[in-house]
């Protein structure tokens, strides 16, 4: 038998073990460490190639994460990176934000291919063979849920159904089972489509200027200048427009004064994501200018110059927009996942600023921007996942004398709360107090087995 069934049967029992019925927790780390392991015993080259290794990389961390803080964010974060790992494991130089696509394309077909070229290859299969397999999960898969479907429907084939005894099987664990039996299969048989890969693979990180024909030429030429002077009037009017945007903003930095009518909840809150929406259509309008001939053109300096003054005023709004998150954190006393978000945001706009004038400077595709800015992103919710974001917002909140908010936490702020329960209401400590006792009585009571671990747990208890 191949190893890779030999994996693939392995990995689905230690699915079913670790996470049916479980909270996250320690069980993702094992099972990230267990994938990553199957893959490079699959093919030893993959220890070679720098895609893998940030993705296998960014399993671990994200997965640490999990069994640190327990957060949804983790959770997403190391989804998005097996997603990652399952591609990387096949193909080394896709662009990172295709690899979703080739993902879907796998999912959905992987079951038929296989099918399809044991069929082809017209060998007699074992009944461990990867046909049979795909076969009996297929068939499985399906008539499961047709069964749920039917069972929902008609009342009495649902009495006829549930007056048998089925306590010896489990057809929830069943179904659970199963669909780790096609996860792994799109893991270690993984398609990808043939012409979304050529079209990526052909897409150069640099420009290369294109020679035309004399006879096309002259056309050409006039529709290049006509764009150009469209890109510097509209340039010019929206850098003359953001000049008076960030001039008020500088000028209530310097005086704090605001027009009458106008708070300073109004002001510091409100157009916060419209204005990072702003920078982000700057972006675009960037690469609309600069995606290709314009790039060449020989009299295209004063557009040049206008890209990178526009692209300078969208780094001071960046700017401005992070001094009033935090005057506004600072005048509210409350910390909370949006203003830290809004922070986030602000890094990952800031990112694609730089590369944005990466990519006009040293004349580079939109693809280079593409593939720069989804590792740069990546990066940085991998990162995001090692952070004790509830600890932050709950010491933050009590120096300021603001609980209800850091009360709406996850359990990992349980601990701060309990050492500083003085401050609380006495509702407030009859809730908290509800909540560590029913996480205890869940743990005693065997509801988190040792799969579902934590460091949240841990300090709990």
């Known amino acids: 038998m191949k190893l890779k069934n030999i994996l693939i049967i392995l990995l689905t029992i230690a699915y079913s073990y670790l996470f049916y019925q479980e909270y996250a927790g320690i069980n993702f780390f094992i099972f990230n460490l267990l994938l990553v392991a199957g893959s490079i015993a699959t093919n030893t080259d993959l220890i070679k190639q720098k895609s893998f290794v940030v993705v296998a990389l960014g399993c671990i961390i994200s997965s640490l994460g999990i069994v640190l803080y327990s957060y949804s964010l983790g959770i997403i974060a190391n989804i998005l990176s097996l997603i990652l790992l399952a591609h990387y494991s096949h193909h080394y130089k896709s662009t990172l934000i295709v690899v979703f696509f080739h993902f879907l394309y796998s999912f959905f077909l992987v079951v038929p ?112 200048f006509a764009e150009y002077k469209l890109g510097v009037v509209l340039l010019l009017l929206l850098n003359f427009l953001l000049v008076f945007v960030n001039s008020s903003d500088i000028y209530y930095f310097i005086t704090r004064e605001l027009p009458e009518g106008v708070n300073y909840t109004d002001f510091l809150h409100q157009g916060v994501y419209t204005l990072i929406f702003s920078i982000l259509c700057a972006i675009f309008i960037t690469l609309f200018f600069f995606r290709g001939k314009l790039n060449f053109f020989s009299k295209n300096k004063a557009l040049k110059v206008l890209a990178y003054v526009w692209l300078f005023q969208n780094l001071l709004l960046v700017m401005s927009i992070l001094g009033k998150n935090t005057i506004y954190i600072q005048s509210s006393g409350v910390l909370t996942y949006k203003r830290i978000g809004v922070y986030i945001y602000l890094l990952l706009t800031t990112v694609g600023l730089v590369f944005t004038f990466l990519k006009v400077y040293q004349i580079k595709s939109n693809w280079y921007l593409t593939r720069k800015v989804s590792w740069a992103f990546y990066t940085i919710l991998m990162l995001s996942t090692l952070f004790n974001w509830d600890k932050l917002i709950a010491i933050h909140n009590f120096q300021h004398n603001k609980i209800e908010y850091v009360m709406s936490l996850t359990p990992n702020t349980y601990p701060i709360l309990w050492d500083n329960k003085n401050l609380l209401n006495t509702p407030q400590q009859e809730v908290l107090e509800g909540r560590i006792n029913r996480h205890q009585n869940r743990i005693k009571d065997g509801f988190i087995s040792w799969a579902s671990w934590n460091f949240t747990y841990k300090k709990i208890k």
């Open 113 to 224: 291919r296989l099918v399809r070229k044991k069929r082809e290859e017209n060998k007699k299969a074992s009944w461990l063979s990867s046909q049979n397999l795909l076969i009996v999960s297929t068939s499985l898969i399906i008539s499961s849920l047709f069964l749920l479907l039917y069972l929902n429907s008609n009342a009495i084939f649902s009495s006829w159904f549930y007056a048998i005894e089925w306590n010896f099987i489990s057809f929830t664990w069943l179904l659970f089972t199963l669909s780790g039996v096609l996860l792994m299969l799109v893991f270690f048989y993984y398609q990808q489509n043939q012409e979304v890969a050529k079209i990526d693979a052909d897409a150069k990180n640099q420009l290369t200027r294109v020679r035309t024909k004399n006879i096309m030429l002259k056309n050409l030429s006039k529709g290049i």
